[in-house]
């Protein structure tokens, strides 16, 4: 079974510039998972979709995160202008609908340096 | 609201030695509890998770972790370390009860296990 694909691995932009990363989760798992894992920190969820219906997106920073999840597959997380405190690892992962939500699959992570 | 305390942001080991890395939650409610391995340049690999019934729960690679509800603790421990467990761990904790589907994952901040030769 293909796990968690994320893409890019690394990006490197200037400060105000856009960024956009891709998720592509397990196939038939129904709930997707965008989190943001500052260096030395653990994973802080910023958005949560159940196929392509935001579920909560409390913790996002809407003036600049931005995240859509069309036809309740993939889905892409863009930051417009980015700061230097978004340098961080986004992660995406995703599970099945409950009850069986509890485990989830994590990609390997896009390492954002806004500089 | 849920939080996740690891008491220990490094622990050095030396290899074959034994090691607990210690995990904290606070929550009103019952609590699904799990350890998560980041190993250096790669997400998140689930170790082992506790749902209900039996305390100790056995993981992968020979990790194991016991539920205790009065100490509201969670401690991951290994009999025998080896160099290839060097990464970092996190606990973290989910709500089974809240409403709807935003059942999410708080976690803690992180140990870094450095297994020594």
């Known amino acids: 079974e293909a796990g968690v694909a994320q893409s890019p691995r690394y990006k490197i932009i200037e400060k105000r510039q856009s960024v956009a990363f891709w998720c592509n989760p397990i196939?038939?798992?129904?709930?997707l998972y965008w989190y943001q894992q500052i260096l030395g920190q653990g994973p802080k969820l910023l958005i949560q979709?159940?196929?392509?219906?935001?579920?909560?997106d409390s913790q996002l920073p809407k003036d600049r995160f931005s995240a859509e999840r069309l036809k309740g597959v993939d889905s892409t997380l863009k930051i417009q202008p980015a700061k230097l405190e978004d340098s961080a690892v986004y992660l995406c992962?995703?599970?099945?609908?409950?009850?069986?939500?509890?485990?989830?699959?994590f990609g390997p992570g896009t390492r954002l340096t806004v500089t | 609201a849920q939080s996740v305390t690891q008491l220990d942001s490094q622990v050095p080991v030396f290899e074959e030695a034994p090691v607990e890395l210690r995990c904290n939650y606070s929550s009103s409610v019952s609590v699904y509890l799990f350890w998560y391995v980041q190993y250096p340049n790669q997400g998140l690999q689930l170790l082992l998770k506790?749902?209900?019934?039996?305390?100790l729960v056995k993981g992968i690679n020979g990790f194991e972790a016991e539920f205790n509800k009065s100490q509201t603790s969670f401690h991951l421990r290994k009999p025998s370390v080896h160099i290839s467990d060097t990464a970092e761990y996190f606990c973290?904790?989910?709500?089974?009860?809240?409403?709807?589907?935003?059942?999410?994952?708080?976690f803690g901040s992180g140990t870094q296990l450095t297994v020594l030769p």
């Open positions: 992962a995703s599970s099945l609908v409950p009850p069986r939500h509890y485990e989830q699959y």
């Open positions: 506790y749902l209900s019934g039996s305390t």
């Open positions: 979709f159940q196929n392509n219906g935001v579920v909560d």
């Open positions: 973290a904790v989910s709500d089974p009860i809240s409403s709807g589907s935003a059942r999410q994952l708080t």
């Open positions: 196939s038939g798992h129904a709930t």
